[in-house]
């Protein structure tokens, strides 16, 4: 047998014929693999060194969590200053591989005013693709809480947020119970 490899074709000889054999693009296999659900949890502990905005009093920094157009909004700490503490977990739906690429956690800092718009802070990104990839395959995968550097819109330095996060396979449900094991098909 004769083989011969031109772009997304091949061309195969089999007992004196030709046969073209179409191989499918690597984005069609990319496509090909087997969407997996599940749930990344992120825990929010604390930021350390923010840019204080406000002149008069300590800032009330607040975290806006985002991934792939949802949304979470962590507790304003009162009085909270450079060095707020959150201790609190937030709960996302995901998809992997999904529509995309882009599998970043944005994390952006507020400071929470009264009389005026809230100030922006600062933001961070953390990116999960090795995370979702980890987890898909072995059921679960953990990132300890990590400090990661929080920078202004300039990309200046403006302290460090600590999160961790987890991500777990969503089981897969049956939506037709007749049809899980057989058994209530049985004669017996």
Same mark, same amino acid.
């Given at each position: 047998?004769?083989? #011969?490899?031109? %772009?997304?074709t091949t061309l195969r000889t089999f007992k004196g014929r030709f046969y073209f054999i179409s191989l499918p693009t690597w984005?069609?296999?990319?496509?090909?693999?087997?969407?997996? $659900?599940? $749930?990344?949890?992120?825990?929010?502990?604390?930021?350390?060194?923010? !840019?204080?905005?406000?002149? $008069?009093? *300590?800032?009330?920094? #607040?975290?806006? +969590?985002?991934?792939?157009?949802?949304? *979470?909004?962590?507790? &304003?700490? /009162? @009085?909270?200053? *450079?060095?707020?503490?959150?201790?609190?977990?937030?709960? $996302? !739906?995901?998809?992997?591989?999904? %529509?995309?690429?882009? #599998?970043?956690l944005n994390l952006v800092i507020m400071d929470k005013d009264v009389f005026s718009a809230d100030d922006f802070v600062g933001?961070?990104?953390? #990116? &999960?693709?090795? +995370? +979702?990839?980890?987890?898909?395959?072995?059921? %679960?995968?953990? +990132? !300890?809480? /990590?400090?990661? %550097?929080?920078?202004?819109?300039?990309?200046?330095?403006?302290? @460090?947020?600590?999160?961790?996060?987890?991500?777990?396979?969503?089981?897969?449900?049956y939506a037709d119970d007749d049809d899980v094991g057989g058994w209530k098909e049985s004669c017996f």
């Amino acid at each position: 047998m004769l083989t #011969y490899k031109r %772009s997304n074709t091949t061309l195969r000889t089999f007992k004196g014929r030709f046969y073209f054999i179409s191989l499918p693009t690597w984005r069609e296999r990319e496509t090909e693999r087997e969407m997996a $659900f599940g $749930f990344m949890e992120v825990e929010l502990v604390k930021a350390k060194g923010l !840019r204080d905005t406000d002149v $008069f009093a *300590r800032m009330d920094p #607040y975290v806006l +969590l985002q991934y792939k157009g949802q949304e *979470r909004k962590s507790s &304003v700490i /009162h @009085e909270g200053g *450079r060095n707020p503490v959150w201790n609190e977990k937030f709960v $996302f !739906r995901v998809e992997y591989p999904g %529509s995309g690429d882009q #599998y970043k956690l944005n994390l952006v800092i507020m400071d929470k005013d009264v009389f005026s718009a809230d100030d922006f802070v600062g933001q961070a990104a953390v #990116y &999960v693709k090795d +995370l +979702l990839a980890e987890g898909t395959e072995k059921g %679960s995968a953990e +990132l !300890r809480p /990590h400090k990661y %550097s929080v920078v202004r819109a300039d990309q200046s330095y403006c302290g @460090e947020i600590e999160v961790g996060i987890t991500f777990t396979l969503k089981e897969q449900e049956y939506a037709d119970d007749d049809d899980v094991g057989g058994w209530k098909e049985s004669c017996f």
